[in-house]
C-alpha cells in the first residue's frame, strides 16, 4: 500500500469512526465510495468495507450500551435477518459488472441523502424553532 493510500485509509477510519459515533450510520456509506476513489474496485471496497466496520460497531455498540441505547432484541433480529441480506449481496454483486455496481450504489447513496433532507424538512414543519 502507498502512504497516500495509508493515509487516505486512516482519515477514512477516523472520519467513519466520527460519523458512526455520532449518528449510528454504518461506514460502508462512507467506506465504499471513498475506497473506489483510492482505487479499489467496487467489489474490493465493499468486501474491505464490511471488515473494517466490525471494530467501529462493536466499540459504538459498547458505548452506546453504557448510555442505554441498546435495544438487544431489535439488534438482534436485525443482525440475524441481515445474515441472509448479506449472503443474497454477495451474490447479487459478484454477478454485476463493476460499472453497474457503482451506479447502483450512487442511486443508493442518493436515495439515502434524500430521505435525510426529507426527514429534516419534515421535522422543521412540525417542531419550528422559536425565535
Do not use: C, D
Not at 500500500?1 to 493515509?7: F, K, P, Y
Not at 455498540?61 to 453504557?66: A, E, K, L, P, T
Amino acid at each position: 500500500m502507498s502512504a497516500g493510500v495509508v493515509t487516505g485509509a486512516v482519515l477514512l477510519g477516523i472520519a467513519a469512526g466520527v460519523l458512526s459515533g455520532m449518528f449510528g450510520i454504518g461506514g460502508g456509506t462512507l467506506f465504499v465510495p471513498t475506497l473506489i476513489g483510492l482505487g479499489l474496485t467496487p467489489h474490493h471496497a465493499a468486501a474491505t468495507s464490511l471488515l473494517a466496520i466490525v471494530p467501529t460497531a462493536v466499540v459504538g455498540v459498547w458505548r452506546q450500551r453504557r448510555y442505554g441505547n441498546l435495544r438487544a432484541r431489535a439488534a438482534l433480529v436485525l443482525g440475524l435477518a441481515s445474515i441472509a441480506g448479506v449472503e443474497a449481496g454477495v451474490q447479487i454483486s459478484i454477478a454485476l459488472p463493476e460499472h453497474t455496481l457503482r451506479r447502483l450504489f450512487a442511486i443508493f447513496l442518493l436515495a439515502v441523502a434524500a430521505q435525510l433532507v426529507y426527514r429534516e424538512r419534515s421535522q422543521a414543519k412540525r417542531y419550528p424553532q422559536s425565535p
